[in-house]
C-alpha cells in the first residue's frame, strides 16, 4: 500500500497538511488585508472561550476589519517635527491693517507647507466707546462689518488655525454687547471651510504629541522702551514647572525671538502698520509675520528650532 496521506479536519472537509499550510497563508494574507491585526485574533481566542458562536465571532471580525482610531483633540498635533506660521495684530477695520501683507503671509505658508498657523489676538479693531475720534481711523465700522472683513481675509489661510482674540475684541465686543465674538468668528470660519479652532480669549494653549506645549499669549497694558523688557517680566511671572516650551506674544506690535528661561519666546508682530496714536507715542510697528520649524523630542524638549521673520515695509 502506499503511504497514507495524515488528514486533519477544518470543519467538515478533509485537508492533507500541505493543504493546511497553504490555507494558513492564505487566511493571515486575507487578515492583513482586512487590517485585522494579531491582537484582534487573540481577542477572538478569548472570545470563543467565554462560549460565543462562529457567527457571532465572525460578524465581530467583521466590525474590527472597520475599526478607527480614536483622534485626539484638534489642539494636539504633530509628531517630531513641526512648522508653523505665526501672524497677529492685523486689526481689521482700522485702515492700517495691510490685506496684501496678510495675502503674501498666506502665500509663503503655503510655499513652506506649514503644518498650521497661529493667530495671537487682536483679530478685530472693534470700537471704544471713550474713543469717537477713532471712528475716523476705520473703514470697517462694528461687529458685522468687522467680522465680514475678518472672514474673508482668513479664508485665505489654507492650513488649520489656532487663534486668540485680544484686549481689542473683549473690551469693545464683550464689554460693550456681550459678545464673545471669537466663537462667533470659529462658527462663521468654519462655514466658510476654514479649519478654524478658537482657543480662547488672551490665551490659549497647543498641545504636541511629543508633549511640547506652545502658549499663546494676549497680554494688556502699554508696551516697554526696552524691546524684550515686556516678554522678560512674563516669563519670570511663569511658575517653575509649567511654564510652555514655547511663548507666542500678541499685542505690543514688536518682533522679537528671545530664549529665557528655557522658553522660547516669540513677539509675534503685527499685521497692521503704525496708528496715529502710536506715532504721537513713539511706538514702533514691527510689521510682518513668522514661520517657525520645530524639531521635538518625547517629553516636550526641543531640540531644534529655526525662527524666520518675513518683514514688511511701507
Avoid at 16 to 43: H, P, S, W, Y
Avoid at 148 to 170: F, W
Avoid at 239 to 257: C, D, Q, R, S, T
Wanted: aromatic share 10%; glycine share 10%.
Amino acid at each position: 500500500m502506499g503511504e497514507r496521506i495524515k488528514q486533519v479536519r477544518v470543519g467538515k472537509l478533509p485537508f492533507n497538511q500541505t493543504d493546511v499550510k497553504t490555507l494558513k497563508m492564505a487566511l493571515e494574507e486575507k487578515l492583513d488585508d482586512l487590517g485585522i491585526t494579531k491582537e484582534d485574533l487573540d481577542l477572538l481566542k478569548k472570545l470563543k472561550k467565554k462560549g460565543l458562536r462562529p457567527n457571532e465571532i465572525l460578524n465581530l471580525s467583521k466590525a474590527l476589519a472597520h475599526k478607527t482610531v480614536q483622534e485626539k483633540k484638534d489642539y494636539y498635533i504633530g509628531k517630531s517635527h513641526v512648522k508653523f506660521g505665526i501672524i497677529s495684530d492685523g486689526h481689521r477695520g482700522n485702515i492700517n491693517y495691510d490685506p496684501k501683507l496678510m495675502e503674501y503671509a498666506c502665500q509663503e505658508f503655503s510655499k513652506a507647507k506649514v503644518d498650521f498657523v497661529i493667530d495671537a489676538g487682536d483679530i478685530m479693531d472693534g470700537w471704544y466707546q471713550n474713543r469717537p475720534q477713532s471712528l475716523f481711523e476705520q473703514n470697517a465700522i462694528g461687529l458685522d462689518q468687522q467680522l465680514n472683513l475678518a472672514v474673508k481675509e482668513m479664508s485665505q489661510i489654507k492650513q488649520k488655525l489656532y487663534y486668540i482674540t485680544g484686549n481689542h475684541e473683549y473690551n469693545t465686543f464683550m464689554r460693550g454687547a456681550g459678545i464673545e465674538v471669537g466663537s462667533y468668528l470659529e462658527e462663521l470660519l468654519i462655514k466658510n471651510k476654514v479649519k478654524a479652532v478658537f482657543l480662547g480669549n488672551a490665551e490659549g494653549d497647543i498641545k504636541l504629541r511629543s508633549g511640547t506645549t506652545i502658549k499663546i499669549l494676549h497680554p494688556d497694558g502699554g508696551t516697554a522702551y526696552a524691546l524684550s523688557y515686556r516678554p522678560q517680566k512674563i516669563i519670570e511671572s511663569l511658575e517653575g514647572g509649567k511654564k510652555p516650551n514655547v511663548l507666542i506674544i500678541g499685542h505690543y506690535h514688536k518682533a522679537e525671538y528671545l530664549f529665557y528661561r528655557n522658553v522660547h519666546c516669540f513677539q509675534a508682530g503685527t499685521l497692521c502698520g503704525q496708528t496715529k496714536f502710536m506715532k504721537g507715542k513713539a511706538i514702533p510697528a514691527h510689521k510682518g509675520f513668522w514661520i517657525v520649524e520645530l524639531f521635538t523630542r518625547k517629553g516636550g524638549q526641543i531640540d531644534k528650532i529655526t525662527p524666520q521673520f518675513y518683514p514688511a515695509y511701507d
